[in-house]
Nanobody, 120 residues
Framework: VQLLESGGGSVKPGGSLTLACAAS????????IGWYRQAPGKGREWVAY???????RYAASVKGRFPSSRDNAKRALYLQMRSLQTEDTATYYC???????????????WGQGTPVTVSS
């Protein structure tokens, strides 16, 4: 399995960015895939994930600001980041695991990450 993120960059507070994750190598459609982030000096936290049934769950800190979607035909995952705040500065990772829910076990596959900087 390979996950490749793109779309990171620098933006001013209140701005927007869209991240994309290209996924390949899955042998089954039964996997959970999502977005995670790690701010400087902090641990990695989950941001949003999509289950195999397309149910999407969001962390409280981004709910309503960061809609996520999956294009199964293109094997792609997206994160539309809006109303960005300085606290959103982090490296954003695409992660996936086999099974139903991304929080029920260890993430098995990670992308290399894409940095997002929100600064005035």
């Amino acid at each position: 399995v390979q996950l490749l993120e793109s779309g990171g960059g620098s933006v001013k507070p209140g701005g927007s960015l869209t991240l994309a994750c290209a996924a390949s190598g899955f042998s089954s459609p039964n996997y959970c895939i999502g977005w995670y982030r790690q701010a400087p000096g902090k641990g990695r936290e989950w941001v949003a994930y999509i289950r195999p049934d397309d149910f999407t769950r969001y962390a409280a800190s981004v709910k309503g600001r960061f809609p996520s979607s999956r294009d199964n035909a293109k094997r792609a995952l997206y994160l539309q980041m809006r109303s960005l705040q300085t606290e959103d500065t982090a490296t954003y990772y695409c992660g996936a695991r086999g099974g139903w829910d991304c929080l029920s076990g260890r993430i098995q596959w990670w992308g290399q990450g894409t940095p997002v900087t929100v600064s005035s």
